[in-house]
């Protein structure tokens, strides 16, 4: 009766959201410090890069208070489709933006975003009901409080989200460290101090 | 298999119910700091009127030590139906409150009361069962403890009610933007005290 | 889809189980603090009583290190059936305390003990698989930390049991203030200081 | 409607799968006080020897950053299968790890580990998807921070895993302390301060 | 350098002063958990009458919001001095309650009141300026949270009061055991729930 | 050996200094949750205005990323003493702002901003050394987290500043509620939710 | 003017005192989780034994309630002065137990014990009377909660005491590492398991 | 009385002591999360070059299990006073490290360290000792818990020691945003996340 289909992240498969990381929307972030939660966003933007997932940017008013989005991730994504919403605070009542995701082909969306009740749930809610999987990247969506963040989880994984870490994202991506070692080591020393502290040493050690 | 209908709040088919936010029973709430709760109280108010959401007031004996419904709310909602429950503890036992729910014509209920696991819990319970979709406004919501209110929050959405807090729940309302820019601000802005950073600093930056 | 039955507590339908609440293993409870542990457990022998509830006590080990039932639960319920196990952790597995249920002819189960994960765990897997309907007094059961009380809390409702705070099961219960208002009252006044705090002032004011 | 079967823990058809507790990988533990961790992962390995579960160790790296396995779980299952994955992250995806829980012939499986989004989330998965019973020993298996834990709880529990603490599993294993009194009391004297004392005051007051 | 008079507890030479325990006021306190302030208020209550400490009892404005003094404390003193403030916000300005410490003759001065920084530090600061000896009873005194409670505690601190707990003033003015092994143990019993434990197991095991 | 001088705040001789309160800078703010942080510096303004205290504004580059002051703190005192200060970060050594405190003639200084540390804590320790006496309004005052808050705490009251909350300042000038009922009542009632609602029942019950 | 003589540990000069760690009394500890608080203790009864401090045991009221001293304090120091006070509550008003000190000849006294408010205040504050040097074993003694913990933190430290946890004792008593590196090492591997790692990881890699 | 002399930091005067941030003891670093303490290194690095303070790098035991000195350090101060200390726990017993001290001339030392109660304390009590001024840099020390941090704290600051994060330092040190604007605002961008929001859109909306 337990008895269910793993759906595994396939990195031919994924694509990344990240969605309206901007510098005015970053101040209402007050479920995760914000030392971390810039790491978390950088870490998921690093890892997108990495595995070569097709990668979509897209903001919510730019030009008003909501600010521009965070400069590295723009300069992380050059040539990323960026979707800059004239008004529609659900993503995916943008056109474009799910356009951009369809001609990806790929069915299984990461998301990530400001703030997770709004700007991470509503996409994933209309995005399980056209059938694709979704896996929100918990620690790179941030929100006002632990209220807003554990009703916001609650009602995506009632839908059938799944909730996963950057560093989970990572790990189910790559299977397999042979398949790069020194790729994923960086990534992880990168943005995680205390497994960089461990390479460090091991480099003292070896080296 | 994890397509779901995402259950949307419309503003044409969504009523708000505020139940049993009294003087005496404010003392109770524990889990949300006073302050927070306050504005939280107002801010979902504040929502329900500027979406034009038929509003329904309910309290549980107002003679008693329970105390009156907070001042703020009744001069909001003048025309309100306010319903003076003679004692009973589940506004949905009262045949007046149910009336004027159906009688909105009206299919999905916000609800947010105090305390939590009874005041919102028992009418959600009670709604789902006679099929309305049921909206629990998480952070206007107040009980004693932790252990309360997750327990709450368990019951009420293993029975399919949908937790969101009062943020959420005015995004999902206003879907763009566009339809209005000015008024959202300005109810985010007295609400939110980030966001009013933002709007003062854009207003001198572009003035 | 969201429609599902409201299984309301009913005062003729109702049993309490006080498992293991003895003076030995709630030196191992460290979820709760103790004051309010203590008050907790009252409480909800109280409401049992208020309510007429049939009550049933079972203690694990007396004669050892897990020591005596509190005293205070003795002295309440002098008539009612008291399990001394021999052995059996899961108190469903010692026939008396079955028994002793399903004399009362009764459906409902509340559930409160010590150790959490455990002593109500057990039981109530036991007897949901019995189809009984399982309500977990949450704030009456204590355990040794957040991780023990989320797991076993996780797998209880995953299971189908019903979480609720002890003054959840006392109002719906009662179902209208009108039944009693003096006995519920005195119930909440000598278990919620704040409560007690408002009919002080209350009685002041209107003496 | 909430009858729903007891998968019970049964010390004939479990087994136990300790993922990963490597020197260097406990240093990102955080969600779990150093002091704490250790003694719950030693007393999770001391409780399948006790019960003699057959026991599956696994590492990954060992020779680099990840570092050795804890020293004390090679010496306390001299025998069992050690499976060093040349790379794999997850331990299912290594065959011998497979096998040699296959070979036990049973078919629950007590897992903790480090991560637990990772390490211990990925065979859950992969396990529950070939129909085995998954018990997720919870603080016996660490990670990062509250949001990674709580992210990979709700994924595995949404997938059909239970949660549970060491404590709760030597209790649903042992069934009745008179299959050995002394046996369970030593277990959990040794892991247990707060048991512990209670022994000592037994002893010395019946001594 | 060190070296520095040890200002003792001295049950023939301490007072208690009770200040301001209201039961509006008591909504105010939210540094202490409602049900463990009760428990702490009447621990002091109880051990100034157990130590027959003369006991002064002070309220400001019981006809208004600030509401009627707890009920149980005029009880268990019928004949202290009270006095009930027309308008003095600091009880040292209020003669009646100088006059009635100065009659006592005694020069240690206990204080527990609410709010913190206000009915405690006012008169803590005016005492110590006449040349009292104070010690602030701080789990029996209460404010609105922990930046009021640790700015008061650091005030009164440096200008010399001495903070202590209620067990830390009953364990002083004891001294030894043997002076009335019962009573210290009965007071201990009702206030502090994990010592009423081992009391418990002690007459069990021993009776 | 304790007796010290209470060095008590009196309206006639007390200012009231606001620093760097900005839109900007309000978004560093990270050891008050915003809601009640903005609520403080309200209150403190508020209580300036009730008691008459002259009151000084400073910012620090109010034309760049640090924003310009909240506006509600210029329409308050529109015609107080603002010193827009062209770079020194300690307010203290722009000349303007001490000629503007020793204008008044007065010798105890509030003083709130942000961030506490620095705005805060370099003139309150310049302004002790040319013996004025300051008392920090410290819920007024906000900072990054808890570690800068209490280092910057540690150094002041070592220097020999006085920690106190807004409510304390209030009660300290007040010295005597029949100075005016009604207006200190209305201070409280507009900033500390739990009083409002004391307030509400008292004129519900006596009205 | 902030010149001040470092009174720094020395093997030579201090004695370790270990007031009543009984099994009883450690059920009254809160402030610091069990597991945690085991091992400082024997933490720190390694390390007195260790550094051969004379170490003096003492306790209240064995044969009550209070329980037995943890039987580990008793063989590890077979030898040492062992006071079972026949009932005083400070150990400095017994006889024996400073006479068990003033024979050492030592002048620096490090204190642990359950609970901190007494069992080591209290000897602490009379020590210093008499011109001792007090440390206090901040993380060997416990106590109900932290605002017991605090008060008697500031009382203990405003009277001259040194706050020191048992690492930092460790380290102030060695000096130097190589005065013996594998005695200190063993040391700090017995009691902090993230120091364990290290060795292990170095062991692993250089062996 | 309160008048005390405001010992200011001086860029032509203070030393930075960066003692012990080793890639090993990194890992017993537990009352900072990982993200922000390695942040708050690196910032207070930062500062010590950008206001050329002279700066001086010692470690303990490079070769066995503390490992190497983070990295970054080495590289950032590649000509600074570098001592790898043979065994000396207190680095004032260091003749090198005092020596390089000494030789700068200065008389202002500003510290940071892992661990806090050890490396941080024992070279600042030794330091205070010789009449230097000591600054300790709270939020780039690091160490096991809570009380280790408070016990370290409260012994240094009763010895004279003053408590400052490094943002406190930057200010401090920098005086008037106008010696340096632009080097400023880099360098609180490169650290504080929400700085550099407000740069960001500072930026988007002037340029």
Chains 1, 2, 3, 4, 5, 6, 7, 8 share one sequence.
Not at 13 to 31: I, N, T
Not at 76 to 101: H, L, S, T
Not at 181 to 204: F, K, M, Q
Request: glycine share 6%.
């Amino acid at each position: 009766m337990t008895t269910k289909t793993y759906k595994k992240l396939n990195k031919d498969d994924a694509v990344m959201l990240l969605v309206d990381h901007q510098a005015g929307l970053l101040s209402l972030v007050r479920d995760i410090d914000p030392d971390k939660f810039r790491n978390n966003v950088l870490a998921t933007a690093d890892l997108a890069k990495y595995f070569k997932l097709p990668t979509i940017l897209t903001t919510s008013f730019e030009q008003g208070p909501n600010g521009p989005l965070m400069p590295e991730l723009k300069e992380m994504f050059p040539d990323a489709p960026y979707v800059a919403r004239p008004g529609q605070i659900n993503a995916w009542d943008n056109e474009d933006f799910v356009k951009a995701i369809k001609a990806t082909g790929r069915r299984q969306l990461l998301i990530a975003g400001v703030v997770t009740e709004v700007c991470v749930a509503f996409p994933a809610l209309s995005a399980i009901e056209e059938g694709f999987d979704v896996f929100v990247v918990t620690d790179a969506s941030g929100t006002f409080n632990d209220i807003a963040r554990h009703s916001a989880w609650d009602r995506m994984s009632q839908a059938g989200a799944q909730l996963i870490n950057w560093f989970g994202v990572a790990c189910e991506l790559h299977r397999d460290w042979r398949n790069d070692v020194e790729g994923l080591a960086t990534l992880l020393s990168n943005h995680i101090p205390d497994y960089r502290n461990l390479i460090t040493t091991y480099n003292a050690l070896k080296g």
